[in-house]
Structure formats: C-alpha cells, structure tokens
C-alpha cells in the first residue's frame, strides 16, 4: 500500500472512536450499576489493597506505609 492509503487507514480509525453525543439521561442507570464499577466491591478492594502495601511495606492508595508484617 502507498503511504497514502495508510495515513487515511490510520485517520479512518482513530476517528471513528470519537463520541459525538454526550451520555442520555436515560442512559445513566445502567452506567451507575454495580456490573459497571471497575470495582463492583469496594470491601473487597480496600482488604486487598490494604494487604498489598502491607506485605510490599509501601504505601498505597489508602492509609500511610507500613510494616512487613500487616501490624501497621
């Protein structure tokens, strides 16, 4: 292909992703449902994340740094 027809592939592409209309009310329930979360959990993800810094003794998104041991 000519270097042509790829730079109009690559701009074909990367336009299509572009929303044009912001999201409906309508729209905004099934956005807000638990199946929509990155963390549908949040229990579960602070426990995991707090065992995480823990054991790495370093500081996470919560709370301040600590120990090897989970004794912070």
């Known amino acids: 292909m000519s270097d042509r027809r790829w730079l109009l592939l690559i701009a074909s592409l990367c336009l299509t992703a572009c929303a044009s209309a912001p999201v409906e009310p309508w729209e905004r ?3 807000a ?3 929509m979360q990155w963390e ?3 229990l ?3 426990m995991r994340e707090h065992t995480r810094f823990s054991k790495e003794g370093s ?3 919560l709370g ?3 120990g090897g041991c989970g004794c912070n």
């Open 29 to 31: 329930g099934r956005l």
């Open 64 to 66: 301040n740094a600590g």
């Open 33 to 35: 449902s638990l199946e």
């Open 44 to 46: 579960k993800s602070a």
């Open 59 to 61: 500081s996470g998104r």
């Open 40 to 42: 549908p959990d949040p």
